[in-house]
Each structure stands twice: as C-alpha cells, then as structure tokens.
T-cell receptor
Framework: GAVVSQHPSRVICKSGTSVKIECRSL??????MFWYRQFPKQSLMLMAT?????????EQGVEKDKFLINHASLTLSTLTVTSAHPEDSSFYIC????????????FGPGTRLTVL | DAKTTQPPSMDCAEGRAANLPCNHS???????VYWYRQIHSQGPQYIIH?????ETNEMASLIITEDRKSSTLILPHATLRDTAVYYC??????????WGAGTKLIIKP
C-alpha cells in the first residue's frame, strides 16, 4: 500500500511555543491530505482537510489561527500548533489520498505532542 | 455520528480465523464499507473496502450481505500482531471518514 510518513514522531515543548509537524506521501502524489487529533482512549477526530495549493477547510470548533496548515506540494503538508498549551497535548495523525473513485486514505504513524 | 455498530471487544485464539461483525443498516446505495485497524500508539492501517461484492486481499476478506446492512471482516489466520482496534466505516466516495469506537480485538496465544 501507499506510504505516508510523519516527522517528528514525538515532541515535547514548553507552553507558549510553536510546533511544526510534517506529513509526506512517499510513493504517491496526494491531492488531498487530512489532519486528525486523537485523545487517549478516543477515536480519531478530523481537524481539517487540505488540497494542494488551497486553503485548508477546518472542522467546526477547530481554530484555524491556532492550527496552521500548509499544503505546499503534492507530497507535503505541515501542521503548526501555535502558542501551544497543555490542553493541546495529543496524538496528531495525518492521512493522504491520491485521487480516484473511491479513494482510500493512507495514514501516517502519528506524532505524539506533549506540552509542558 | 458514525453510521456503524460494532461490538466493543472480541477475543480470538492465535491461528484461528477472526470474524469481526459490523452493522450498517442505514447505508446508502453509494456508500462504501471501509475497514481500518489501529495498533496502540500508531496511525490507522487500511485493510480493505467494498461496495456490494465480497472482497479479498492479502490481509483479509470482506463479506457484505446481499441487503448491504451488515458486513464481516475475516482475518483468516490471526496472529498476535493482529491485536488492534478495528474500525468499520461507511463512506460516500471521497467524503470524509467518520470514526466510531471500533472493536478491540485481542488475539490470545
């Protein structure tokens, strides 16, 4: 299957700092990428959807100025958590689709963010 | 809200077939059935999907009832590494995935 990578896999930062997470599709071009958040013992919650070269579409309740998403190329999307606070500590997961009907989302390994 | 119902947990003996049920009684004609699994602290892994016909790949088989109101994922020879949470998702082509609670499958030696 298609491979999606994320970097870093784990990050610890101080409250008030910003953290950038990268998501790459390694062996296909991703027309659409997705960012999810998962709290302990809960299911994945979609945060936003991004298409290459367009502004991301955010789900209700997700602050677009806090979670900045850039999808600059067909193989790279970044999520920046600005002015992180302890409540932003979570497991962040990206996924990517290559197009087609029906399309399939392939997921990255996730990034564990801990804000102190 | 998720449109599927799955048992919260199941056990299966190593080497036996694991059969994971999923009810999706309100599925529409243009919605696909997708299965993913998530091993602890990892991103979800795509397993298989189908529309009407049964499907098989190197990981699993998907059996969809004729009325499409339920389906079963079959792992033919379960191993300890198949221990994970399995998610059944119905999805209109290229729309977002909506995640339920899934089934926690525990493979026992």
């Amino acid at each position: 299957g298609a491979v999606v990578s994320q970097h870093p896999s784990r990050v610890i930062c101080k409250s008030g700092t910003s953290v950038k997470i990268e998501c790459r599709s390694l062996d296909f071009q991703a027309t659409t990428m997705f960012w999810y958040r998962q709290f302990p013992k809960q299911s994945l919650m979609l945060m936003a959807t991004s298409n290459e070269g367009s502004k991301a579409t955010y789900e209700q309740g997700v602050e677009k100025d806090k979670f900045l998403i850039n999808h600059a190329s067909l193989t790279l999307s970044t999520l920046t958590v600005t002015s992180a606070h302890p409540e932003d500590s979570s497991f962040y997961i990206c996924s990517a689709e290559s197009g087609g009907t029906p399309d399939t989302q392939y997921f990255g390994p996730g990034t564990r963010l801990t804000v102190l | 809200d998720a449109k599927t119902t799955q048992p919260p947990s199941m056990d299966c003996a190593e080497g036996r077939a694991a059969n994971l049920p999923c009810n999706h009684s309100t599925i529409s004609g243009n919605e696909y059935v997708y299965w993913y699994r998530q091993i602890h602290s990892q991103g979800p892994q795509y397993i298989i999907h189908g529309l009407k016909n049964n499907e098989t790949n190197e990981m699993a088989s998907l059996i969809i009832t004729e009325d499409r109101k339920s389906s079963t994922l079959i792992l033919p020879h379960a191993t300890l590494r198949d221990t994970a949470v399995y998610y059944c998702i119905v999805r209109v082509a290229n729309y977002q995935l909506i995640w339920g609670a899934g089934t926690k499958l525990i493979i026992k030696p």
